[in-house]
Structure formats: structure tokens, C-alpha cells
């Protein structure tokens, strides 16, 4: 008589160490994804502590009345409603939207032409020069470069008016007057980024399929259209990175304005950050400052929320 | 039972003992980022004629907050040997925090207050006394003053009563004024020499000025400025206010605060500067459209289109000096600050040299100084006085301000031998601005210091880039200050 020998399967353990150390396909899941979280946790602590933290009582600040000197007085909307009716807020947000909107432009051009150029036309074993090259402003403080940047800009005695000045170009009042101050925060401003935007394009352009290329070659598309047609689709995704992270930083934009011309002639460069600083550290009325924080961080929002829904036409993903 | 022996320690005890601890500490932490001051006299309890603490017994640390850079503090490290041998067991630790200009660094020491880690000593200029001051940050010294009448004798007798009076605040004291700046006239020199002009004379008027600014200001044959006349740095001290003051006006109506007596009395009895002084200095309705001062604004401008004035510049005045020592600027309105600065960017001792500035309706000159103030929140208040009171000596005082960064409080430390390294060759001027100019007298700082800067530097740009005319902004920056002026009466 054969004795049939049944081995029970191996009780599951009570309690969550069971649950956890069950040796099956599930608790080996189970385990795994623990262990994920074990992972994320520092970069999660970090997160919770140092930004989502800080930004849930700048919104609980923005509530509040408070000068530093007393107990904060709770407002309710009080500040938001100032918000709307400050005539400076509107100037502020203006100045910044031009801006964003003339540095995204040039940065976002000349990047990709750098990259282009660099890809198309440097031997590999230069690029890397070239890369570096390019990064080194973006590893310098933004202080620093405006300092220098304001000398160089010097109507009278800047190198820049005086090589201008070579080929017959007239002096320009690059920080003495508004519409050049804001146009030589912006160049300066981007001459320092443009590192970051060119290494997102040199990437992108590195990593294109060689065989399409290859394909559009054969099919006769050069120049012009292999670019348009077949590059800049295929980049798409690169741009649309470069376009969300450069309107997020120039919405932030500060120490260029701040250092070279102190957000003037007159408030021709103030932004919105330099006015939360203002708010903040001048006329120390931090509950108004948190409240513009608030609502910077909403346009910001809807702007990358916009950029995205449009992006969903435009980018190419493989 | 012994907690801590083995044989008595289990871990429910233990956790028990652990539980314990951590909630006192979190109690701890909650009330208050600093140790609990000591119950001791503060400054507004102190009795007068209490004894100081006993130095050698005396245990604890002292943090303060400067003005500058790490060199500036490193620099100031020299102070602490000489305190220590006073006080062997207290450790003072210099924490230098940079800005372009006073209303920075003000900024982030109240940072620093709003994040319950206020220093216990800070360095405070004119520009934010009144800051300080009305807005309960800083202490009261009065009692400590005069509890140590005997030892604070000689430091009065050696300081003008225009510095000390800048830094009362409704009849009370609030810092020892060490260093002080009036902006005088710096002339280069060599410019002026190239233009064939002497060094003016004291009571030289604004003509004069205007004459020789014209003269200095040079083009080349492209139409190219050389050299300009003239140049001045946007901010509230030293700017275009110099030409508002010595033509007789202000930025905002001023009067003397009442009290103070009890300093004049013991301190300044015999002297005839003192005579009339008061307890501070009350800055109430901005007046910034007077005519006074629009003349005086039309005059920067004249000088600006006239290609005899550099354009202003923004920031801590780097820039200008650079001009200055280059030879591409003769004059600028600067203080005793400046000596020093220029012997650092290299210019030879008579390179350089200084008189008062120009006479207009009057020659009186504006002033800022600068000092300690014990912070409300000080951990050791008497021990913070002590400090103070160290600082106020000949002998910190000759480490602080060595190599002319700035002008001296003590009189007695204006010497040729003092300035023999650096220059200027008329020294003298500095503290002879508030000895023969008596009405001369701090720049207007309230407690709203910092944003009515920023509405004065702005309307000032405005008007200096010529987006403005000079009467539009000054018409703009007095709407701007009465509305600052209105949340003021709130």
C-alpha cells in the first residue's frame, strides 16, 4: 500500500510580518514594493519637510496679518482681496509676463541652434567642450554674473556700448532706461540659462532614431524639411520639457532684476517675486506676501496645466 | 530607585524615562528657540547703581549680527581676547550677513527674528534705529547707563551729542554710537588737478560745485565721456538728499522728540553742542514736493543732460568707486568710509582728498551712524551690556575701526597718524562737519525706514533716467509716502 504523504501548504503567519514575509508570489510583491518605498522614503521625507511643508503655511500665512513684531491676526481673505485692488501686482505680473515672454522666446531659439550647430558640425569629442562649455554660467551664482553683467552694461564706460560703439552703433542706455532695462535683464538672464535648455536640446537631438533619419534621407528630405517635417517632431517631447521649465523659472525670476537695476528705472523691471520680497522683507507684511506667493503659484499652475493640454496636440511621443 | 543602575532598569522603565525626556524637550523647543533668559535684572528692571555681574564667574555666549562679509567678521575676532580676559567663560561668535545696503541686511535680521533666532546683539545703523527701536526689537540702555555713570563718562565726553542724540528714540538710549558718515565731497585729485583746479574751500558754494563739475567733466573728440564731473549711488544716504539738506529742506518734516534730559544732564552739561537737544528725532509728514527739495533735484538733472553727470548708479556704490579710481569721475559724495575703501581699490593717500559739502541756503550736512543695540530677546541682557559697554572703549574700539572703514565716534581717534596711510590729506573734514556745522544731522529714518527707501530710490531713478520729469516724481514719491504715512495713523 502506497502511503500518499500530503504536505500542507505553509500557514500564513498572523499578524502583518505574516503578511508581509508570505512566500508567494504576492508577499514576494509585497516585499518588493516595501522595499520601493523604503527607497522613496528620504526623498519623500525631504519633500514633505522642506517644500510641501513650507508651502502649506505660506497659504495658512496668507490668511494672516504679520509683521514679525506681533502675533499674526488672522485676516480670512483680506489679503486676496488687496491682491486684486493693488495697482503694483498688475505691473509686476506685467513685467514679468514680457519677460518670460521675450527670454522663452531667445533662449528656446538660440539653444536649439547651438544644439543643432554643435551636433551637426563639432566632432563628438569636441562636444563635450562645447557642452561644458555652454553649462559653466548656469554653475555660477545668478548675483555674481549680474554684477559683472550691470559693469558690462554701463552706458558710458561698458564694454558692450563701447564695441557697439566700434561698428557705429549709437550708446545705449542698456539700465537707464525702461524698455532697454528690462530687455538687459533678459539677456543677461538667459545668457545664464542657456546652458540648461542647450544640454535638454543636445540630448533630445542625440537620441533621434538614426534609422528614420536615414529613412528621410533616402526619401530626399533635406534641409529645411527634414527639420521641420522630421526633427523638431521627433524633439518634441525635449521641447516641450524646456518650454515648461523655462516659463516655470522666468515666472520666478529675481536676482538679475534685483541686482542690476533693483526692479527700476522706476518699477519698469520690478517682478512678482521681487515684489513678494518687497512685501516680505521691506514693508515686512509677510501674510500679503505669502497671499502674491499663493497666487503666483496658481498662474504658474495654470500655465504648465495650458501647456500640457496644448502639448497633447503638438508633442510626438514614439 | 537609582534610574540609572542596571539592575534597576528594565525596558518599560526605560521607555518610561525616554518618553519623559523627549516630552520636556519638545515642550522645550516649542516655547522658545533660545535658552530661557536668566531672571536677573534685564535692562528696564536693573535698579540704578546695581553692581555689574561678576566677570570672572560670569558664564554664557553672546551672538551678533553684522553688517558685512566673513572677512568683516573675521576681522572683528580680534575684539573677543581683550573681552575674555574680562570674561574668560563667555564665548561670542560674529555672524556677518551681507547686503547691498542697510535695508538688506535689516530684512534679514527680522528674517531671523521671524524665525525665533534672533541674535542677541545687533549692528544697527541710523536707517533702522527707529526700525529697532518702535517696534520693541531692541532694549532701552537708559538704566544700564546710568547705573554706570562713572565708567560711561569718558566715551561722552569723547562723542559729539548730534551722534548720540541720532541714536535716542523717544527719550530713550539705544546704542553707543560707534562709526558715523557724513557725505562729504571727494574729490580725485589728479582730475582735478588736470583741470587746472584747486582744492575749495571750506564754505565753497554750489556754484562753485557746478563750475568745477563742468570743468572736470571731459569728452574725447567722438563726443565719448573721459571723465565725468559728477556721480552720486540711488540710495537714501549720500544720494541727491546732500543737496536737499544744504538747500535748507528735507525729505519728511522733522522735529525733536522731548526727553533725554537725564543724558544731557549727566553727560553733556558743559557742552554747548548739546544745548537744545532732545530725546531723538520725530520724522512726521513727508514733504517730498517741497520746492526746496525739487530745486535740488532739477539741479542732479540739469547735471545729468549737461553730460557732466554719470548717470546714477544702483547697489552699495562698488561700481562708482571703481569710476572714482580710475580717474573717470572727480567728485561724489561719500564719507569717512570711503578713505579706507580707496587705499583698499589703490589709490595713493594724496590721490584723493575731501571737503565739506558746497554751501547752498545752508552748508548743513546729513549724517548717518551706526552702533549696538541689545536685542529684546538677548538671552543674557546684562551680560549683552557688558559687551556693549566693551565696544565703547578706547581699546575695541581702535580694533573695530582699524584701517579707516569708517569715520570714528571717539574724537580723540582723529589723528594724521590715523589717516597718514590711507589719506585723504584733509581728514580733518570728517569730524569737523559736526563740530562747525552743528545743525548737521541724521538722514530721516523712521521706523518706515525701509519702505520709504524703496519709494525714494525709485522716484529718484525715475527722475534721474528722465522717465520722469523731476517734478512728476516728486509729486509720485509724495503720494507713495503718504499713503505709507496713512497705514502709519492705522
Known amino acids: 500500500m502506497t502511503t500518499v504523504r500530503v504536505t500542507a501548504a505553509p500557514a500564513r503567519q498572523a499578524g502583518p510580518r505574516g503578511w508581509l514575509m508570505e512566500d508567494s508570489l504576492a508577499g514576494m510583491a509585497r516585499r518588493r ?35 514679525v513684531f506681533d502675533p499674526p491676526v488672522f485676516m480670512a481673505l483680506d489679503n486676496y482681496q488687496r491682491f486684486f485692488s493693488d495697482s503694483r501686482i498688475l505691473t509686476g505680473f506685467t513685467n514679468t509676463a514680457k519677460m518670460v515672454s521675450l527670454a522663452v522666446v531667445i533662449e528656446m531659439i538660440l539653444a536649439f541652434a547651438l544644439a543643432l550647430g554643435v551636433q551637426r558640425t563639432v566632432r563628438p569629442a569636441l562636444r563635450y567642450f562645447f557642452r561644458s562649455a555652454y553649462f559653466l554660467p548656469l554653475l555660477t551664482s545668478a548675483a555674481t554674473i549680474s554684477i559683472v553683467m550691470a559693469y558690462m552694461f554701463h552706458s558710458q564706460f561698458g564694454v558692450i556700448n563701447y564695441y557697439l560703439g566700434l561698428v557705429g552703433v549709437p550708446r545705449i542706455p542698456w539700465l537707464e532706461q525702461a524698455q532697454w532695462a528690462l530687455i538687459s535683464v533678459v539677456l543677461v538672464y538667459v545668457w545664464h540659462r542657456l546652458g540648461f535648455t542647450f544640454i535638454v536640446f543636445s540630448g533630445g537631438l542625440g537620441n533621434l532614431p538614426k534609422e528614420i533619419l536615414e529613412a528621410a534621407d533616402v526619401d530626399g528630405a533635406t534641409g529645411w524639411r527634414r527639420l521641420w517635417y522630421i526633427v523638431l517632431p521627433m524633439l518634441s517631447p525635449s521641447i516641450l520639457f524646456a518650454a515648461v521649465t523655462a516659463i516655470i523659472s522666468g515666472l520666478q525670476i529675481f536676482d538679475e532684476p534685483f541686482v542690476m537695476v533693483k526692479g527700476g528705472p522706476g518699477d519698469a523691471t520690478r517682478t512678482v517675486v521681487m515684489l513678494i520680497y518687497e512685501s516680505a522683507f521691506k514693508n515686512i507684511e509677510l501674510g500679503y506676501a505669502a497671499a502674491i506667493a499663493a497666487m503666483l503659484f496658481v498662474v504658474i499652475l495654470l500655465v504648465t496645466v495650458i501647456q500640457f493640454r496644448i502639448s497633447k496636440a503638438l508633442v510626438f511621443y514614439q | 530607585m537609582d534610574l540609572f543602575s542596571n539592575r534597576h532598569l528594565n525596558r518599560r522603565r526605560f521607555l518610561q524615562a525616554a518618553l519623559g525626556a523627549a516630552g520636556v524637550s519638545l515642550v522645550a523647543a516649542c516655547s522658545s528657540g533660545a535658552p530661557a533668559p536668566k531672571p536677573a535684572a534685564t535692562a528696564g528692571a536693573a535698579p540704578a547703581g546695581a553692581a555689574a555681574p561678576a566677570s570672572g564667574s560670569t558664564q554664557g555666549s553672546l551672538r551678533i549680527a553684522l553688517f558685512g562679509s566673513r572677512s568683516d567678521a573675521d576681522r572683528r575676532a580680534a575684539l573677543i581676547p581683550p573681552f575674555n580676559k574680562l570674561y574668560p567663560n563667555v564665548k561670542v561668535e560674529y555672524t556677518p550677513i551681507q547686503g547691498t545696503d542697510w535695508e538688506e541686511f535689516f530684512s534679514k535680521v527680522l528674517t531671523m527674528k521671524a524665525a525665533n533666532n534672533a541674535p542677541d ?34 566715551y561722552f565726553s569723547d562723542v559729539h551729542p548730534s551722534l548720540v542724540e541720532a541714536m535716542m528714540y523717544e527719550g530713550s538710549l539705544y546704542e553707543l554710537p560707534i562709526d558715523f558718515n557724513v557725505p562729504n565731497m571727494y574729490f580725485n585729485t589728479s582730475v582735478l588737478q588736470s583741470a587746472g583746479l584747486e582744492y575749495p574751500p571750506a564754505d565753497w558754494t554750489k556754484d562753485t560745485f557746478y563750475d568745477y563739475a563742468k570743468k572736470t567733466a571731459k569728452k574725447d573728440s567722438t563726443g565719448q565721456t573721459q571723465a565725468f564731473g559728477y556721480q552720486w549711488v540711488n540710495r537714501l544716504w549720500g544720494s541727491w538728499l546732500p543737496w536737499v539738506f544744504v538747500n535748507g529742506s528735507n525729505l519728511l518734516t522733522e522735529e525733536r522728540a522731548p526727553g533725554g534730559e537725564w543724558l544731557w544732564q549727566a553727560f553733556y552739561k558743559d557742552d554747548k553742542a548739546a544745548t537744545g537737544r532732545g530725546g531723538g528725532w520725530h520724522w512726521n509728514a513727508p514733504k517730498a514736493n517741497d520746492p526746496a527739495n525739487l530745486e535740488a533735484l532739477d539741479f542732479m538733472v540739469q547735471l545729468l543732460k549737461e553730460g557732466v553727470s554719470a548717470p546714477v548708479e544702483l547697489g552699495g556704490g562698488s561700481q562708482l568707486q571703481g569710476f572714482f579710481s580710475g580717474g573717470k569721475l572727480a567728485m561724489t559724495p561719500a564719507g569717512g568710509f570711503w578713505a579706507g575703501g580707496l587705499h583698499a581699490a589703490g589709490m595713493a593717500a594724496d590721490a584723493f582728498d575731501v571737503q565739506f559739502f558746497p554751501k547752498w541756503k545752508s552748508q548743513r550736512h546729513q549724517f548717518g551712524t551706526a552702533g549696538y543695540v541689545i536685542m529684546k530677546d538677548a538671552r543674557d541682557k546684562d551680560l549683552a551690556w557688558e559687551y556693549l559697554k566693551y565696544l565703547s572703549g578706547v581699546e575695541a574700539m581702535s580694533i573695530e575701526l582699524n584701517g579707516n572703514n569708517s569715520t570714528p565716534t571717539r574724537r580723540s581717534f582723529m589723528s594724521a597718524e590715523r589717516y597718514a596711510p590711507t589719506g585723504p590729506k584733509h581728514w580733518q573734514v570728517f569730524y569737523d562737519t559736526l563740530e562747525k556745522n552743528p545743525d548737521t544731522a541724521p538722514i530721516p529714518a523712521p521706523p518706515e525706514s525701509n519702505p520709504m527707501t524703496t519709494i525714494f530710490t525709485k522716484y529718484s531713478g525715475l527722475a ?8 512728476a516724481a516728486l509729486d509720485a514719491m509724495q503720494k507713495d509716502l503718504e499713503a505709507l504715512w496713512a497705514k502709519r495713523k492705522k
Request: cysteine-free; glycine content about 10%; aromatic content about 10%.
Open chain 1, 33 to 67: 514594493a516595501l522595499l520601493g518605498y523604503v527607497f522613496l522614503l528620504p526623498t519623500l521625507l525631504g519633500i514633505l519637510i522642506f517644500t510641501a511643508g513650507p508651502v502649506i503655511v505660506s497659504l495658512g500665512l496668507s490668511l494672516f496679518e504679520w509683521n
Open chain 2, 121 to 154: 546683539i545687533t549692528f544697527v545703523a541710523t536707517e533702522g534705529t527707529q526700525l529697532f527701536a518702535g517696534q520693541g526689537l531692541a532694549l532701552p540702555l537708559d538704566d544700564y547707563v546710568k547705573r554706570d555713570q562713572k565708567d560711561m563718562a569718558q
Open chain 2, 464 to 471: 534721474m533716467t528722465q522717465e520722469m520729469t523731476p517734478k
